[in-house]
């Protein structure tokens, strides 16, 4: 399978597919530092800077378009100050969605913040699955946490996969029968998503502290900044301004101080802090292989 990858950051999508076996094709993302990354690891592949002046002759034929809109006007690490799709970041769906109703993938793959789901009331939620529903597309939806896909940090995403002319999207993100879930907050172990036979994450030896939290309490605020020594990582800020990873005997031995000089490595805390979580990815991706044998090539 081919993809067409758009919003592509530093290629965590991108990454994911192609370890589930298919292979990137195009991509498009307009910041420079992305534009870098994505240039060294995938040299051969056309790419687009700016999404707004792709057209639909600029795609090669491909079986998939995957990408995560921009989530700023819908992050919840907004608050307050949330303007959705009308926004002028995450606004560029529509960018988007003129493309995939051009083209007409058999696939659409879609990766955002849990606030979309309630971002203007749940409208802007209702226009991304009714847009598609209107393109003939089998829409589901599901948000899914990093933390159990063998990773030691919480990272709680939407993922929409959408299925042209079939309900195959919903075998995508969804099994058959009950899955086992911890009964405990403290009893992180379960690990019931991920591939391979552990069943239970890796003991930490890393301390994640986050913003205002060093120094401090073990909860400061509503977006979880703070510390954790519990195996698992808070979900680092794009604005990657005050974050360190210390080993849990040496809490403060990395970084002495917060905020880490804007050239050395901002960009790529930034980066990071907007990617995708790798594994969860490639989860998906085996699965929209085994659906599209199954409904468009038997």
Request: positive net charge; hydrophobic residues 35%; contains cysteine.
């Amino acid at each position: 399978m081919k993809v067409a990858s758009f919003f592509s950051g530093i290629g965590g999508i991108d990454l994911g597919l192609e370890r589930a076996g298919m292979e990137v094709a195009f991509q498009c993302e307009i910041l420079s530092f992305g534009q870098k990354v994505l240039k060294r690891h995938w040299p051969d592949v056309p790419l687009a800077p700016d999404i707004t002046k792709v057209k639909a002759g600029d795609i090669p034929d491909v079986d998939i378009f995957a990408g995560g809109f921009p989530c700023q006007d819908l992050s919840l690490a907004n608050q307050g100050k949330r303007k959705g799709l009308e926004g002028a970041r995450s606004g560029l769906f529509y960018a988007y969605a003129n493309l995939v109703r051009q083209k007409r993938p058999r696939w659409v793959f879609i990766e955002n913040v849990p606030g979309l789901l309630n971002s203007a009331d749940g409208a802007d939620f209702k226009v991304v699955v009714s847009t598609l529903d209107e393109f003939g597309y089998g829409v589901s939806w599901r948000i899914l946490d990093a933390k159990f896909f063998g990773t030691p940090q919480r990272r709680r995403r939407t993922y929409i996969v959408a299925s042209l002319g079939t309900i195959g999207a919903a075998e995508v993100l969804f099994e058959r029968g009950t899955n086992p879930v911890a009964d405990k907050p403290r009893n992180r172990a379960r690990n019931f998503l991920a591939s391979g036979d552990d069943e239970s994450l890796p003991g930490a030896n890393l301390f994640s502290i986050q913003h205002a939290g060093i120094g401090r309490r073990t909860s400061a605020g509503p977006q979880g900044k703070g510390y954790r020594n519990d195996g698992e990582t808070y979900t680092l800020d794009s604005r990657g301004n005050s974050d360190a990873v210390c080993k849990t005997d040496a809490p403060f031995g990395v970084r002495a101080a917060a905020g880490p000089p804007r050239g050395l490595d901002g960009d790529r805390y930034r980066a990071i802090g907007n990617a995708v979580c790798v594994p969860v990815i490639e989860w998906i991706g085996h699965r929209i292989m085994e659906a599209d044998r199954k409904y468009y090539r038997t």
